[in-house]
């Protein structure tokens, strides 16, 4: 399996996800919906502030703070998409999905992974 590098310091990212081929389906009212649901079901159990959102048709850009001590960040994607694409199903009209795809049980609503970046105080210099 793959090993992705993510930042482990600091808490408060900057994250980019986007869309499977950048369908344009976020902005749609059932969308905001559910991508909301999903959002406040997961803060339920992993909680963490949002200082920014930007949700565009087919991606969306946004900053959390997650508390201390706490990074894990991928997990609370996870819970999300997985979420938002339980209720998407019932709709949206989705691609098929490729072979890859169906044997890794993932839909056609979300590009794999997500973009990240720590943001970090301008002024600490000992991270560089």
Partial sequence: MSEYRRSRHGQIY?????????QPILCLEKSKAALKSAIAETRLTHPFLIHAWVLLPDHLHCIW???DGDRDYSKRWGMIKTKFSKQAKTFLTLPEPSASRARHRESTIWQRRFWEHTIRDELDFTSH
């Fill in 14 to 22: 900057f994250f980019t996800v986007v869309t499977y081929q950048r």
């Fill in 65 to 67: 703070e997650l508390p």
